[in-house]
């Protein structure tokens, strides 16, 4: 009864559920049930070993959410290390590392050189001609745009919708690498493809699962629109630039 107890209390306060030592409690069960004659004790038993097992299962979303949701907790960033080659580590110590001591020397001819291009700027006064004016400009928000008319929002949806049914069909087995996905020939293209594929996981079209150990996303996607909840939506940056869309290339024709 005090092992149900504590795994029900757990289950509807929303503890930690690494706090109970399942392996300890699995002992003390085993220790007993050769005591237990009675059908109620037997059943008793029963409900015991299903409430750890629920404790299981709770362990298993526990980690699966703390992995996807990028926290960096002191057993992540210690296996992440230990997964690491030790070049790896020497030349992340070596971007790494500024010396926070520094000589600089401005001398006699560079300052005639700077002299001598101050002279020869236009002046300010002078500089904007020719160039249009600057009113007006700025960006300028998608809702905007669809109102004024540059963007159809048929056509949009259409897109999105067109994007959706590609990765329901390369993602045969459940989830398909973020880069493979939105890989195009061209890095405009690719550009493009992650543009629409972030307002697919924004509208719940399917889902980013990230693994922080081995530095992997993965887009999971829904068979019908799911609304995530504010509480447990996250905001994940992936940086885009032509680098590293030349990797990204490079990976793809290895296989």
């Not at 809702?143 to 949009?156: I, K």
């Not at 909840?229 to 990976?251: D, G, H, T, Y």
Request: with cysteine; charged share 30%; hydrophobic share 40%.
């Amino acid at each position: 009864m005090r092992i149900i107890d504590l795994c029900e209390s757990i289950e509807a306060k929303g503890g930690d559920p690494f706090d109970v030592n399942v392996r300890r409690e699995f002992e003390k069960l085993r220790e007993y049930l050769r005591m237990w004659k009675k059908p109620p004790e037997l059943v008793l038993d029963a409900k015991t070993v299903n409430k750890l097992a629920s404790l299981i299962k709770l362990q298993d979303r526990w980690v699966k959410y703390r992995s996807t949701g990028l926290f960096l907790d002191p057993l992540l960033v210690e296996l992440k290390i230990r997964s690491l080659r030790s070049e790896t580590l020497a030349n992340a110590l070596a971007r790494a590392w500024h010396p926070i001591i520094t000589l600089e020397q401005l001398t006699l001819g560079r300052l005639k050189e700077g002299l001598e291009y101050w002279r020869k700027l236009t002046p300010l006064e002078g500089r904007g001609k020719g160039l249009p004016s600057p009113e007006g400009m700025g960006e300028m928000p998608f809702e905007e745009l669809l109102r004024l008319g540059f963007v159809s929002e048929t056509a949009f949806n259409q897109m999105l919708n067109e994007l959706w049914d590609e990765l329901k069909e390369k993602a045969a087995g459940g989830k398909i690498d973020y880069w493979e996905f939105i890989f195009a020939d061209s890095y405009e293209e690719t550009l493009r493809r992650a543009y629409l594929t972030s307002f697919l996981l924004t509208l719940g079209y399917g889902t980013l699962e990230v693994d922080p150990i081995k530095d992997e996303r993965f887009i999971v996607p829904f068979k019908k629109p799911v609304q995530a909840s504010q509480k447990q939506a996250v905001s994940v940056p992936i940086a885009m630039n032509k680098e590293q869309w030349e990797k990204v290339k490079e990976k793809i024709a290895k296989k």
